[in-house]
């Protein structure tokens, strides 16, 4: 049996309730409709927006008019605002003083009276906007929160846009989208098509009249339910100042991340990303509401590359043993059990159930929008770890930690794939002592990257399995991604061992999202993926060689 989402929480940090099926995030997904002018929309988008709303219906959403979706807020809601914005000019002060590098602007006075007074939006109702819109009267105006709106605005298609734009176009003009409608989410419309643009960077293309529900149910539907929620520095435990980029520990794992970055270059996979201040918001509060949606990101990059540290394997022994040394521990009919701070957990495998304590990971990484490919390591690395279920932030000596140092969107994901190459390393060796597998990890770690595109099936290398293609449209850092992540890893790593072949490494594909993969290196990675130029593009050009 896989190890059940309970556990695969437990060890990833993860709460409250998940779905991961899409009829799932369905039944919970709550609707609203913004009130729109005639004007302001064309009868085709008019059209579509009906069919959304009895669509939505018939998968089990719930559609509330928008009157139903407003709360009144406490009376100090906008003193606290005020406040809050009077504090963080401060510390501004203080930082500018002390010499402390500071890339948030002034919350100005003119900025905060341009924040719609009256009743808000709940949070957690996806808000449907049509058409154009007026700046002062658009959906984010009227949300509660800015960092958690979550809103898809209906507009009639992009000029220039088709089947045959390429990512390059598609990237540039979904991001002019976003910051002009100040939205999360953009549809276009045709007479006979309909394009879906979020932040994974994907669009999708899909027929008007044909598997409408279809194509609801498994694109828009998991995003509005798994929306991008970057993490927060708030979320770790940070240590400054905690290691050396130069010594002996990490010299090995960041070089590799610096000299593979002409490789990687090459490949094309890694574009350059965009400066929120370069992007069209029709004024300050809508530049400054972007900012807050991204946690005070100064832009965006697509992709990561990070580089998992060697790993110590953890002792596994089987339940029969386990049953004996943790028998006041184990609980009946629960897949892991808890000592002290410390996880354990119960496998089943085709040769029969272990138990290992869930080991410590760490992985350096690049910091949210630097450039991947040019990685200066006395101001880029970020330093992650994953100890007893506990994420750990980690800068490395003589960095002063700035608002702009922030993790990566997809910091999920890739604990998820560090923890899972380590929990299942250990069974690998368990099973053969020999383990390629095992070894690189005890010994050199392993490479973990993402871009935005496929890897052509037909070149995946010896070794590597492929997974996640029939899994739900999420966004990026959603905890669902993070899950089918580990659970992903988890079955091509027991198929291995069901039918006796090698296992080097995993490819889990995140539709209408990209690709992750596990590599040996960052520079074998970048050897593997410049051998042919047919090996991978961005886009969705080799996805569909999957089905």
């Given amino acids: 049996m896989p190890l059940s989402e309970d556990a695969i929480k437990k060890i990833l940090e993860i709460q409250g309730t998940v779905h991961t099926t899409a009829e799932g995030m369905a039944r919970d997904l709550v609707v609203t409709f913004f009130p729109s002018h005639a004007h302001q929309v064309s009868p085709r988008v008019m059209r579509f927006g009906l069919k959304l709303q009895s669509t939505f219906r018939m998968l089990g959403a719930k559609v509330i008019d928008f009157e139903s979706s407003l709360e009144e807020l406490p009376r100090g809601y906008f003193i606290k605002r005020y406040i809050k914005a009077a504090f963080l000019n401060g510390v501004i002060v203080v930082k500018q003083v002390l010499g402390f590098s500071e890339t948030r602007p002034f919350i100005t006075l003119r900025l905060l009276s341009q924040i719609r007074r009256g009743k808000k939006i709940r949070r957690g109702i996806a808000v449907i906007a049509l058409g154009e819109g007026t700046p002062g009267n658009l959906p984010m105006d009227h949300v509660a929160s800015f960092s958690q709106g979550n809103i898809v605005t209906v507009i009639d298609m992009p000029d220039g846009i088709s089947e045959s734009t390429s990512f390059e176009e598609h990237f540039h003009k979904a991001l002019n989208l976003f910051a002009h409608h100040v939205t999360n989410i953009v549809i276009g419309v045709s007479d006979t098509h309909w394009i879906l643009y979020n932040f994974n960077a994907s669009h999708p293309i899909y027929p008007l009249d044909k598997d409408f529900e279809k ?19 708030k979320d770790f435990r940070i240590i400054q100042n905690a290691f050396d980029v130069n010594d002996d520990t990490h010299k090995l794992f960041i070089d590799d991340l610096i000299h593979s970055g002409q490789l990687l270059q090459k490949t094309g996979l890694y574009p350059p990303g965009r400066k929120i201040k370069d992007l069209p918001f029709r004024n300050e509060l809508y530049h400054w509401m972007g900012r807050v949606h991204l946690d005070e990101r100064n832009g965006m990059s697509y992709g990561f590359l990070a580089r998992q540290m060697s790993v110590s394997l953890p002792e596994v022994i089987t339940k029969e043993e386990a049953l004996i040394k943790y028998q006041d521990l184990m609980i009946p009919g629960k897949d892991y059990f808890v000592s002290g701070q410390n996880i354990f957990l119960i496998i089943g495998t085709a040769h029969g159930e272990y138990v290992l304590l869930v080991p410590s990971v760490w992985v350096l990484t690049q910091r949210s929008g630097s450039d991947k490919t040019k990685v200066n390591p006395q101001k ?9 279920g506990k994420m750990i932030l980690e800068t490395p000596r003589g960095l002063r930690l700035t608002n702009d140092y922030k993790p990566s969107f997809d910091t999920k994901v890739i604990l998820a794939h560090a923890l899972g190459n380590a ?55 959603s905890a669902q991604s993070a899950i089918y992540a580990f659970q992903g890893k988890e079955e091509v790593f027991m198929e291995s061992i069901r039918t006796h072949r090698s296992y080097h490494g995993d490819i889990h594909v995140e539709p209408q999202h990209g690709t992750n993969i596990t590599f040996d290196s960052l520079k074998e990675l970048g050897e593997y993926l ?8 961005l886009g969705n050009k080799y996805f569909f060689g999957y089905r």
């Fill in 215 to 233: 194509n609801l149910l498994h694109s828009l539907i998991p995003k509005l339910a798994a929306p991008i929620r970057p993490p927060r520095l």
């Fill in 380 to 388: 880029d690395i970020v330093k992650m770890g994953l100890v007893n």
């Fill in 423 to 477: 929990i299942f390393a250990a069974i690998a060796k368990k099973l053969d002592p020999y383990s390629r597998f095992a070894k690189t990890l005890e010994t050199n770690g392993m490479a973990i990257s993402h871009w935005h595109g496929y890897i052509n099936h037909q070149l995946i290398p010896a070794g590597w399995y492929v997974h996640g293609i029939g899994n739900p449209t999420v966004s990026c850092s």
């Fill in 530 to 537: 410049n051998s042919r130029q047919d090996i991978s593009a």
